[in-house]
């Protein structure tokens, strides 16, 4: 039977109280500019480099929130979880950190170096097929094994509470942006956008940027309703889950509007991101750049941050390496 119960919403005092539970285990990532793609794009870009982040993603901050707010009879059973990888690597990041058992769920199809970084970490992977449904099925079965807490990807109040610190952060290193934009997959980084910005920065206008191959937050936004897809095709791999309740919530509340890129768009983006900036992002973070290069309008004359949210790519399998 579903479960009726209302989902808790985070508010500002979780942030804080997240934002010190959790900083002994992550870093303070930089800001970074570029003059390039200021000129490019006529407004000022500032880079929040999550991808310099411990186990290299954001999510180890929503992971870490989780973990360390355990009580210790929680603790002991471990925690579990399912993603297509770096909430499964940051997951297994915090957990090795607190000395718990992590249990992770990963499509067959996901990147190699997130599988060996989530091994790397401690962490013990059950594969599942590319789609939703299989995800949380078989995600079910280990669940129902292993008694561990599931800390889920993004749908989770203290996941969202911890990625909400990375735009604190933000806010004290770059006055007076006009907004910020992130990529959206199942929208915990934007969620925990949207929840910093709606308490102390409301002037600041939240944008989403999602690939046009897996546009069903997108496709959402213009509903008004979640529109899920099961499994979506994208290089993209960070963002082919859906919105779900509570990111829903933020989205729908905060959001201002959500962009697509194309495959080809997205791929040039990283590729112009690396050469010019010369630091490494997955292809889930060059979507902001190549929504803000393609709605050039929407930015122009605008102090922006643009949230770089991973850098755990297979360098053995560059997407402009393929053909």
């Not at 790397?120 to 129902?144: D, H, K, L, M």
């Not at 979506?232 to 509570?246: C, H, M, R």
């Not at 983006?269 to 929504?291: D, H, N």
Request: charged share 20%.
């Amino acid at each position: 039977m579903k479960d009726l119960t209302p989902m808790y919403v985070p508010t500002f005092d979780d942030v804080l109280a997240a934002h010190e539970r959790i900083r002994p285990h992550i870093h303070r990532t930089p800001v970074l500019t570029s003059s390039y793609f200021n000129e490019l794009v006529g407004a000022e870009l500032f880079f929040k480099c999550e991808n310099f982040q411990k186990a290299g993603a954001f999510k180890v901050r929503g992971a870490c929130n989780a973990v360390f707010g355990l009580s210790e009879a929680q603790a002991a059973l471990g925690v579990c979880t399912h993603s297509s990888g770096n909430h499964a690597l940051s997951l297994s990041y915090a957990a090795g950190r607190r000395g718990i058992p992590c249990n992770v769920v990963m499509p067959r199809t996901a990147p190699q170096a997130k599988k060996d970084a989530v091994r790397g970490y401690g962490g013990v992977i059950t594969e599942c097929e590319p789609s939703t449904s299989s995800r949380e099925a078989v995600f079910a079965q280990v669940q129902a094994q292993t008694g561990g807490e599931f800390v889920h990807p993004y749908n989770d109040p203290r996941v969202v509470a911890g990625q909400a610190t990375c735009s604190r952060e933000l806010l004290e290193q770059v006055e007076g942006l006009d907004a910020v934009i992130a990529p959206i997959g199942g929208g915990g980084m934007i969620s925990g956008t949207c929840l910093t910005m709606s308490a102390i920065a409301p002037g600041v206008d939240v944008y989403a940027a999602e690939p046009k191959n897996a546009d069903d937050a997108y496709r959402s936004f213009k509903a008004g309703r979640i529109i899920a897809d099961d499994a979506p095709e994208t290089v993209a791999d960070g963002l082919k889950v859906p919105l779900k309740d509570l990111t829903w919530h933020f989205v729908s509340n905060h959001v201002a509007d959500i962009f697509t890129a194309t495959e080809e768009e997205i791929v040039e983006a990283m590729k112009l991101t690396w050469k010019r900036m010369k630091i490494v992002m997955e292809p889930s973070c060059a979507v902001p750049l190549a929504t803000i290069l393609k709605n050039k309008d929407v930015f122009r004359g605008r102090r922006v941050g643009v949230i770089i949210t991973g850098g755990n790519v297979d360098l053995d399998t560059l997407p402009w390496m393929k053909g």
